[in-house]
């Protein structure tokens, strides 16, 4: 792929307009964070007010964009153009302290549909 393409994403098992030509597999994208003291402490007094608790919502805002990263750059190792089935999944590890961040899914190539 050049740096004029881009891989494309969707989370359905198909790209309109397109036809999966190659299928190589499942791919993922990981990142591991932890909550940092000032996070923690402007997380508590967020909580003691109500309503979102914006150092969190930052957090795992920077999670999902690194996870989706590296979820393109493993795909893009096997030669694909496209990533099917995109999923995204959380779970807090180490007692809470910590939540790993997934994006999944299935490296293909895809080349448009020709009209007949």
């Known amino acids: 792929m050049t740096?004029?393409?881009?891989m494309i994403l969707v989370t359905t098992p198909t790209v309109p307009g397109y036809e999966i030509v190659k299928v190589f597999g499942?791919?993922?994208?990981?990142?591991?964070?932890?909550?940092?003291m000032g996070g923690?402490?402007?997380a508590g007094i967020?909580?003691?007010l109500g309503g979102e608790v914006t150092s969190y919502t930052y957090e795992c805002e920077k999670a999902r964009a690194e996870s989706l990263?590296?979820?393109k750059e493993n795909a893009a190792k096997t030669g694909a153009n496209a990533i099917v089935g995109v999923d995204?999944?959380?779970s807090d590890i180490l007692q809470g302290t910590?939540?790993?961040?997934?994006a999944w899914g299935t490296a293909v190539i895809v080349k448009p549909i020709e009209k007949k």
């Open 46 to 48: 967020e909580g003691i």
């Open 88 to 90: 995204f999944e959380t």
């Open 26 to 36: 499942t791919v993922h994208g990981l990142t591991v964070r932890t909550r940092g």
């Open 3 to 6: 740096e004029k393409e881009s």
């Open 69 to 71: 990263k590296r979820l």
């Open 40 to 42: 923690k402490i402007v």
């Open 98 to 102: 910590a939540t790993v961040f997934g």
